[in-house]
């Protein structure tokens, strides 16, 4: 088995022990130390360093197994070493830094599932390299994540589509929205800090850098920890960060996955603004979220990681079809009679043969009533103009009509001198004739109205 040592300056850590490929013995051995410095490997009795995952200024992150669980876990160590020589006072000083941005890291990572659980911190104290002297190293150790962090999935898919940027905003935004309503800056945000599980889910690395909150607003007095050209300028001059300050650090990622250059290529520093839409094609309305982002003086950007997945919500929405009409249908009874709804031809034709069978018993009564057979055609075009003109008002209706023919045939029948001697059959069939004469009339009319419409 291979076993990595920590020490920043051994000059061979890659460490080869036989006898650890016997998983009793891996379990049971007490320590091994590096062949070439002296340094423990095995980490409180307990983590094997592995391989190294990566190195920055302030320390390196290890691949390791826990021997203390039953499937020999794997987790990330991740060592914290102060540069320079440090006096007592200062070491305590980092230590006391340490212990609280772990206890930070505990509580975040303990109820949010895009954030690695934190599993230990301690420090180790070892002989220095120098002779009478020793080195003291503080650790973090942390949960693995199974995949591969964005700079790595640029250098071999290449740059990001806009979808996919739109897709790592909607993923990390809500974590950074978790992180600040805690109390705490994340204040290193990039490609690497970006970790896509294999099941795609993504996960907000190196909590090192967290700075708990001091005031509602600001962290004050930001140290020194940051990656140059992710950070804004608030950062980088050591004064008070903000929410805001996560929020540029996101976007200079974004801008970076999706055009696959380096922050010095971007940004502008005669003009202090980032020239990027130029090398990408992205939607005016995304491109304008990050720019927001990117603003050089806090206050003007997104104040919550909310507020940005607002706007992507509101940028990506689809297009909102226009109500329907809200205004109110006029009365039929006040509408002109240009404006009534059209007679169907049954209704026409109906109404036609009802109103000239109601003709034609008013017909026979005032005939014999009166005798006369020019006052009989005047009286009852009369009534028939009366019945016609009710109808297009649609004053009356077929059971208006059928209710007064009833009415009608009634009181012939019972004024005998309405009859003029005439038997109920031969009445009825002269109002069934006059009937069916109204319903050939009103054929007529209709066809040659629909001829002289389609002529002109």
């Not at 390196?60 to 320079?84: E, H, I, N, W």
């Not at 009534?383 to 023919?405: E, S, V, Y």
């Amino acid at each position: 088995m291979e076993v990595f040592c920590t020490r920043s300056g051994c000059p061979r850590p890659q460490n080869f022990f036989a006898d650890l490929d016997d998983s009793a013995t891996l379990k049971t051995i007490q320590q091994k130390y590096c062949t070439a410095c002296g340094m423990p490997l095995i980490l409180v009795g307990r983590y094997l360093p592995l391989k190294l995952l990566g190195k920055g200024g302030f320390g390196a992150a290890f691949l390791a197994r826990d021997r203390y669980t039953p499937g020999m876990r794997r987790c990330v160590v991740k060592q914290f070493q102060p540069s320079g020589n440090l006096t007592q006072t200062q070491l305590q000083v980092a230590h006391q830094l340490f212990e609280r941005e772990a206890e930070v890291l505990e509580e975040l990572g303990n109820q949010h599932d895009q954030i690695p659980n934190l599993y230990a911190f301690f420090e180790l104290t070892v002989p220095s390299l120098q002779a009478n002297s020793q080195d003291k190293f503080f650790y973090l150790v942390q949960e693995y994540i199974d995949g591969k962090n964005l700079e790595e999935e640029l250098q071999e898919k290449g740059k990001f589509s806009a979808s996919d940027v739109v897709e790592l905003l909607r993923g990390i935004l809500p974590v950074l929205q978790f992180v600040h309503e805690h109390g705490s800056i994340h204040r290193d945000i990039k490609p690497s800090n970006i970790m896509r599980h294999r099941n795609g889910r993504l996960y907000l690395l190196d909590f090192g850098a967290v700075k708990q909150v001091t005031s509602a607003v600001a962290v004050k007095g930001s140290t020194g920890i940051y990656s140059q050209g992710y950070a804004p300028p608030e950062q980088m001059s050591g004064g008070n960060v903000y929410p805001s300050t996560d929020l540029y650090a996101l976007a200079v990622t974004a801008v970076i996955l999706l055009t696959g250059k380096e922050p010095a290529e971007l940004f502008d520093a005669y003009n202090n603004c980032w020239n990027w839409r130029s090398h990408v094609s992205v939607p005016s309305a995304i491109a304008d979220i990050l720019d927001r982002m990117l603003l050089v003086t806090p206050n003007q950007r997104f104040q919550s990681a909310q507020d940005v997945l607002a706007a992507i919500a509101s940028a990506t929405a689809p297009p909102v079809s226009p109500p329907p009409s809200t205004a109110k249908a006029v009365p039929q009874s006040n509408q002109s009679p240009s404006r009534q709804s059209a007679f169907s031809t049954l209704e026409l034709l109906s109404g036609a043969g009802l109103s000239g069978f109601e003709g034609g018993l008013f017909g026979i009564a005032i005939y014999n009533l009166l005798n006369s057979l020019p006052i009989t055609l005047a009286v009852t075009t009369f009534i028939l103009g009366i019945l016609i003109f009710a109808q297009t008002r649609r004053w009356a209706d077929m059971k208006d009509l059928l209710i007064l023919i009833g009415i009608t045939l009634a009181i012939i029948l019972f004024i005998p001198a309405l009859q003029g001697g005439q038997t109920v059959p031969n009445i009825l069939l002269v109002a069934l004739v006059t009937g069916a004469a109204a319903i050939a009339f009103a054929a007529i009319f209709r066809l040659i109205y629909k001829l002289l419409s389609l002529i002109f």
